[in-house]
């Protein structure tokens, strides 16, 4: 089965600056990669997603970016804010989809 | 106002009780499931279904067990099998299909096994 690994587990960053979170995973079949942003007590949100036949999509802050050769995908997040602080779940879809452990994003004002 | 539904948001048992959580969508959605959410781990695939009286075994599926009898619900039962069952237990759902990925997540479930 699909095995999506997730680095790191916790980034800090000062307001402004940008982070990147880095997944691999590892079914060449797998077609679909979303992002999810989890809020501290609330549910997990769609916040950006891109396809396989794509190599980077971008909405306003937030761009993904997909090397089907390596096996690997990012999402990076410019002139980050306080509301981004978050705990964000990476993803990929073959069969079923299959989330990373999550990366606890700070961002310290 | 469209969504999905869990109930309860919080729950206590005693060990060797099984225990129903529910799961109602009115987004006229096929495919529903349950991730477990525990510290470090991520979302855990327990159960999937792609259409109503139909469901697949996920990652987890030990000592859980889920019926899908209408196409708004699907609720998970914990059973006394679970030997770890103290966990935050999320219900999804998504239009199905092969093309289509986007997860609706409902609030949670979170349970406590005293």
């Known amino acids: 089965g699909e095995n999506v690994e997730q680095h790191p587990s916790t980034l800090s960053v000062q307001e402004g600056d940008s982070a990147v979170i880095k997944c691999t995973y590892s079914?060449?079949?797998?077609?679909?990669f979303p992002w999810y942003k989890q809020e501290l007590g609330k549910r997990p949100q769609l916040i950006i997603d891109i396809r396989s036949n794509v190599g980077e999509k971008k909405d306003q802050r937030i761009a993904v970016t997909l090397n089907k050769t390596a096996k690997h995908f990012s999402l990076h997040i410019t002139e980050t804010q306080p509301e981004d602080s978050a705990v964000y779940f990476c993803a990929a879809k073959g069969e079923k989809l299959t989330f990373g452990t999550g990366t606890r994003l700070t961002i310290i004002p | 106002d469209g969504g999905i539904t869990q109930s309860p948001k919080y729950l206590f048992r005693k060990e060797g009780q099984n225990v129903t959580l529910s799961c109602e969508q009115n987004?006229?959605?096929?495919?529903m499931y349950w991730y477990r959410q525990d510290p470090g781990q991520g979302l855990r695939l327990i159960y999937y279904s792609q259409i109503v009286n139909d469901f697949q075994k996920g990652d987890i599926a030990e000592g859980y067990s889920v019926s899908r009898e209408k196409k708004e619900s699907f609720p998970l039962t914990v059973t006394s099998a679970q030997k770890n069952p103290t966990a935050f237990y999320l219900c999804?759902?998504?239009?199905?299909?092969?093309?289509?990925?986007?997860?609706?997540f409902g609030e949670g479930s979170r349970l406590t096994v005293l």
């Open positions: 079914d060449s079949a797998s077609n679909y």
């Open positions: 987004l006229n959605h096929d495919a």
């Open positions: 999804a759902s998504s239009m199905g299909g092969r093309n289509t990925g986007e997860l609706f």
